[in-house]
């Protein structure tokens, strides 16, 4: 939400446009939260749960094929676009494919079937910043997120943060085990373009005014 309304503000309302998809759980106490934000937004914003998944997906990946095809003189005029991924773990649709690099398919007058949501999601992530599609994700744990990221996607994210978790995990995700150290109410911005570490107290979850 934080991130949402900072990008929210740096925009006129023409600026930028906003894709949330948006998995809180019921028991999740900020549940609707982004809903409720997204409706206050003057920016055009698509969010949506599971049952909107793949069609968010296919709108940002089909704008991502758009922007690759343009020079980049008509790149430049282009407002970016922004997924937001609430609760990754819960995005079953997104998790890989465990069969993707194996086809069933034989040789026939049939097209071949469209790309996946689970498919379209990593090229999103690796080919839109290039062409100001850019993702924001959050994931429970580092675990939950491997299953869901292939090892070699994480370090599409230029920025990382994370709370306390184990010193494996700090290093695997960061390239460094300072995670490990943090107190509660602690977190770790890593910008890998900048090479700069920052230890900060995380935002509350803002209230409706």
């Known amino acids: 939400m934080s991130a949402l309304l900072s990008l929210s503000a740096h925009y006129p309302a023409d600026g930028a446009h906003f894709y949330i998809l948006d998995f809180a759980g019921v028991d999740d106490p900020n ?3 982004l809903r409720d934000l997204a409706r206050m937004l ?3 914003v698509q969010w949506g749960r599971r049952r909107e998944l793949p069609a968010i997906i296919e709108a940002v990946a089909a ?3 758009r922007r690759q095809a343009l020079d980049d003189e008509n790149l430049r005029g282009l407002p970016p676009y922004y997924l937001f991924v609430y609760g990754l773990q819960r995005a079953r649709d997104l ?3 465990e069969n993707a690099g194996f086809s069933s398919y ?3 007058d049939e097209p071949p079937p469209p790309p996946s949501p689970a498919q ?3 090229q999103i992530i690796g080919q839109g910043p290039d062409l100001g599609v850019h993702t924001v994700v959050w994931c429970d744990t580092f675990p939950n997120l491997n299953r869901m990221l292939d090892r070699r996607i994480h370090r599409e994210f230029e920025t990382r943060v994370a709370l306390q978790m184990s010193a494996d995990d700090s290093s695997n995700l960061l390239g460094t085990t300072a995670a490990a150290k ?3 109410y602690r977190a770790l911005l890593v910008n890998d373009e900048e090479g700069r570490q920052e230890k900060f107290r995380p935002y509350s979850v803002p209230g409706p005014q």
């Open 42 to 44: 003057p920016q055009p």
């Open 31 to 33: 549940a609707d939260r």
């Open 95 to 97: 998790r890989p494919d």
């Open 63 to 65: 704008e991502v094929a």
């Open 106 to 108: 034989t040789y026939s």
């Open 182 to 184: 943090l107190g509660v």
């Open 120 to 122: 379209q999601f990593p």
